[in-house]
């Protein structure tokens, strides 16, 4: 899983997914422990989760003479937060697991996760979802920059499918030959 993104000597962010699984749908909350290891405590408020759908697509046109000019995007999509609030302020010394539970709202239609290429690589898009957890601390000392990325955080890749109807009409259940 990695030793997360933290910054602060001393401390480490690990997002622990139920299962062992990267691999949700809609039906279900993202289920895990963030554990924290420091040798300090730290003040703060809590942990900021976000579960966030990024957009990316490159395309290469060429020009008259075979330049290649390669064109890339890449948005933000959708975002969702939460956060889990620590007891007293303060993130304890030693190591610490938080137990998580991530509810995706069923108003939200998430498309599914997934990558596409074109033979040579001449047309590449991916809608990929990021699951985050940040440290929220009470001092700015411990952000990184103006932006409010803190020093103690993680990010894992993760896979959503969508919610799929279950059809339990009897009438539907019949035998289709191939």
């Known amino acids: 899983m990695g030793q997360g993104k933290s910054k602060l000597d001393g401390t ?3 997002i622990v997914f139920e299962g062992d699984s990267r691999a949700f749908d809609a039906n279900h909350p993202i289920v895990g422990t963030i554990n924290i290891d ?6 703060a408020y809590g942990i900021q989760l976000k579960l966030e759908l990024i957009d990316s697509s490159k395309e290469v046109d060429y020009g008259d003479k075979g330049q290649r000019y390669p064109h890339i995007w890449k948005r933000r999509v959708w975002e969702l937060n939460q956060m889990i609030n620590l007891a ?12 998580f539970s991530f509810h995706i709202p069923d108003s939200v ?6 990558y596409f290429a074109e033979r040579w690589a001449e047309f590449r898009c991916k809608l990929r979802y990021f699951f985050k ?16 990325k803190c020093k103690v955080r993680d990010r894992q890749r993760v896979h959503i499918c969508p919610v799929r109807p279950v059809v339990n009409d009897p009438q ?5 030959p191939f």
């Open 12 to 14: 480490t962010m690990t």
């Open 38 to 43: 420091t040798n300090q405590a730290i003040p």
């Open 88 to 99: 007293e302020n303060v993130c304890p010394g030693g190591q610490t697991s938080i137990p």
């Open 109 to 114: 239609n998430l498309p599914q996760s997934f």
């Open 133 to 148: 957890a940040q440290l929220v601390p009470v001092s700015t000392d411990l952000l990184n920059n103006e932006w409010g």
């Open 172 to 176: 539907f259940n019949v035998v289709v």
